[in-house]
């Protein structure tokens, strides 16, 4: 995993070798895709099982892990023909969970299929998981089996376009290109996200590219939900924040790390905007608990407020100080006993959004998209940045290594299309074909 750049390919981009440590008994490949519109873990699934299961296997032999299962949605589990308990081989198993917003995050995932939950700031190892996206999985036969680093990408292209696609690109191929390839426009009054329509964000198709932790390009209307509330500045919704809260607390009624046991209240960061007395340390801290569900603003707020936005402010000032909640051994935590009737079912999150319309089916194209240009960015991942190994001017061919892995926790980048170096700096380098 380290030699060959695998990361977190589900969004965090975590070097995927800093999560391997002794103890665990349970792997669970994530594959919920609980935000709309996605269907790459799917595809993934669909295509390529056996991979999966077979870097599985592998993770689970060096780990020691004597068990992993495989979480997908029930509704998805069944278009694929599996079903929940269904042995894929030894001590892999299929686990299906109902279709709830957001499924996907890890602590949520951890106690829907374990009953255990992680403590607030605390790493699921200690509770004896540890969590993969299938396509880290998939990365990681891939590299056991052909010794191949992490040089392409599967993704979704969907929205409000003709025909939904799961597609593979080269990492660092340039999105105006993968667009092309699949003769998709951005056209005027539309915006291009990178990643689901709720944590998402948008991004220029003209000057970004494809990275390690890219998921889905989804081209949306800029008059929907979803996109009405992202466009609005941090300005805009701390003054909104400020003036119309209502206290209704619903916000935090409807929080899902809120109806685990977290500290986390929403409504009482809403209430700080007002006035800095609110300010305690424990209610700072205690936003870096959130995990930017949106659930708060776009489902929960009838005053249009984003809390999420209020605590991403908060969180910024966390991580600039190193400052994070976590819960001492002897703290105890208490899962609301209404957790079960106020989880969000995913197709009312779609509504909220606005997207539904825009759900279709893709058509997987099995051939990679190939391009003549590609930016490897030095930071795709969580921890240090890579460091370039090669210079202007360099050939270099598919595959080789291009970038050593920078101090402490990194990883390597390699050239994802042979061709020759025509610029390298502290942030990236540029392959042309
Ligand atoms: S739901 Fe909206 S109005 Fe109610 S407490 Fe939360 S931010 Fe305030
Ligand atoms: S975004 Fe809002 S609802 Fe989601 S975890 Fe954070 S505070 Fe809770």
Same mark, same amino acid.
């Given at each position: ?9 589900g969004g ?9 440590t002794?103890?665990?008994?349970? !792997? ?30 592998? /993770?689970?032999e ?5 068990? *992993? ?26 686990k299906?969970v ?16 374990t009953? #255990?939950?992680?403590?607030p ?6 509770q004896?998981? /540890? ?7 998939? #990365? ?34 340039? =999105? ?44 949306l209307?800029?008059?929907?939900? *979803?996109?009405? #509330? ?11 924040a400020?003036?119309v ?28 905007? !007002? ?61 609301? +006993?209404?957790?079960?009737w ?11 959004l606005?997207?539904?319309?825009f759900?279709?089916?893709?058509t997987?194209? +099995? ?10 960015r ?8 890579s ?5 202007e001017g ?10 050593? *892995? ?10 994802? =299309?042979?061709g ?6 502290d942030t990236k ?5």
């Amino acid at each position: 995993m380290q030699k060959n750049g695998i990361v977190g390919a589900g969004g965090a981009g975590f070097p995927s070798y800093g999560k391997l440590t002794d103890g665990a008994e349970l !792997l669970v490949i994530n594959a919920i895709e609980c935000e709309p519109l996605m269907y790459t873990d799917y595809t993934l699934v669909k295509e390529k099982l056996s991979d999966i299961v077979a870097g599985a296997r592998a /993770i689970m032999e060096f780990g020691h892990i004597p068990n *992993a299962i495989l979480a997908l949605k029930a509704y998805r589990a069944k278009t694929l023909g599996l079903s929940d308990g269904q042995q894929l081989d030894t001590g892999v198993k299929v686990k299906t969970v109902p279709n709830i917003y957001p499924m996907g995050d890890e602590v949520n995932l951890i106690y829907q299929v374990t009953g #255990n939950l992680i403590k607030p700031g605390n790493l699921p190892i200690t509770q004896k998981v /540890i969590v993969y996206n299938a396509e880290t999985v998939y #990365n990681t036969r891939a590299a056991i089996r052909d010794d191949q680093p992490v040089v392409e990408k599967w993704l979704t292209i969907g929205g409000d376009i003709p025909e939904a696609y799961v597609v593979k690109v080269p990492v660092g191929m340039r =999105i105006s290109d993968v667009l092309k390839a699949t003769g998709v426009e951005v056209p005027e009054h539309y915006v291009m996200f990178d990643g689901g329509p709720s944590m998402g964000i948008i991004k220029n198709p003209a000057s970004d590219v494809v990275v390690k932790t890219t998921k889905a390009l989804l081209i949306l209307p800029d008059d929907i939900p *979803a996109v009405v #509330n992202k466009q609005r500045t941090v300005e805009e919704h701390l003054r909104l924040a400020a003036s119309v809260c209502c206290q209704c607390t619903r916000c935090t009624d409807m929080c899902p790390r809120h109806l685990l046991g977290y500290p986390l209240e929403p409504h009482k960061m809403v209430r700080a905007t !007002l006035s800095t007395a609110q300010e305690t340390p424990e209610l700072i801290r205690s936003a870096s608990l959130c995990c930017s569900c949106d659930i708060c603003g776009t489902f929960a707020c009838c005053q249009g407020i984003s809390p999420m936005t209020v605590i991403k402010e908060y969180k910024k000032i966390l991580a600039k100080n190193k400052i994070k909640y976590v819960a001492g051994p002897d703290e105890e935590f208490h899962v609301s +006993p209404d957790r079960d009737w106020r989880m969000l079912n995913s197709g009312k999150w779609k509504e909220m959004l606005g997207v539904a319309r825009f759900d279709k089916h893709p058509t997987y194209i +099995p051939e990679k998209l190939s391009c003549d240009q590609v930016e490897i960015r030095m930071s795709q991942h969580i921890g240090a940045p890579s460091i370039p190994c090669v210079a202007e001017g360099d050939t270099v061919s598919l595959g080789q290594m291009i970038a050593n *892995a920078g101090n402490g926790l990194s990883v390597p980048q390699y050239a994802s =299309i042979s061709g020759h170096v025509t610029h390298v700096d502290d942030t990236k380098i540029i392959i042309e074909a």
